[in-house]
């Protein structure tokens, strides 16, 4: 199912005309016994931005269906692990252009431009120590998203990427 999904985002943007390239890293504490987890809930982490509060919303969502397609359960009482999403989103100077570029001229440099790099970062965190005990990340250029529907793909796409080796063994 994760991978139909992921292939059905890919063919998506492919009609769109471009493919989003996401990097997704992840992180994990020895000491958590994960083969022992069996449910989760959410912990609540302030927005500092509202504009990403939907984002979040709908990142929920996937990480919701993610975690149940493994087999775990969304509960409040005594949940194995409490699961936190942050949202960033930053400028980042974009990639130099051809220094050889006419459009230039030979001794004019170009001006300086920005993208903006959207990072997603999931963690579990274990409820007694109140510590990160795995955080897996993904960042994106989101200049290269257009449609809500494309966004809405990504943010499948990279929340199963995300959970692809969750819970790590």
């Given at each position: 199912?994760?991978?139909?999904?992921?292939?059905?985002?890919?063919?998506?943007?492919?009609?769109?005309?471009c493919?989003?390239?996401?990097?997704?890293?992840q992180?994990?504490?020895?000491?958590?016994?994960?083969?022992?987890?069996?449910?989760?809930?959410?912990?609540?982490?302030?927005?500092?931005?509202?504009?990403?509060?939907?984002?979040?919303?709908?990142?929920?969502?996937?990480?919701?269906?993610?975690?149940?397609?493994?087999?775990?359960?969304?509960?409040?009482?005594?949940?194995?692990?409490?699961?936190?999403?942050?949202?960033?989103?930053?400028?980042?100077?974009?990639?130099?252009?051809?220094?050889?570029?006419?459009?230039?001229?030979?001794?004019?440099?170009?001006?300086?431009?920005?993208?903006?790099?959207?990072?997603?970062?999931?963690?579990?965190?274990?409820?007694?120590?109140?510590?990160?005990?795995?955080?897996?990340?993904?960042?994106?250029?989101?200049?290269?998203?257009g449609?809500?529907?494309?966004?809405?793909?990504?943010?499948?796409?990279?929340?199963?990427?995300?959970?692809?080796?969750?819970?790590?063994?």
């Amino acid at each position: 199912m994760g991978r139909a999904l992921a292939i059905a985002a890919l063919v998506c943007w492919a009609l769109l005309g471009c493919t989003p390239v996401y990097r997704v890293h992840q992180q994990r504490t020895p000491e958590f016994d994960f083969a022992r987890a069996q449910s989760y809930e959410w912990l609540v982490v302030e927005s500092a931005d509202a504009d990403t509060a939907g984002i979040a919303r709908r990142v929920e969502q996937a990480v919701d269906s993610g975690l149940e397609r493994k087999g775990l359960a969304r509960t409040s009482a005594a949940p194995s692990f409490l699961v936190a999403v942050r949202l960033r989103v930053r400028q980042r100077p974009a990639e130099a252009p051809d220094p050889y570029q006419a459009a230039y001229g030979p001794y004019t440099a170009p001006p300086e431009q920005f993208n903006q790099e959207g990072t997603l970062v999931v963690e579990i965190v274990a409820p007694d120590e109140n510590q990160v005990v795995w955080r897996g990340s993904a960042s994106v250029d989101l200049s290269e998203i257009g449609a809500s529907q494309a966004a809405d793909l990504l943010i499948d796409a990279v929340v199963v990427e995300l959970l692809n080796n969750f819970p790590p063994t």
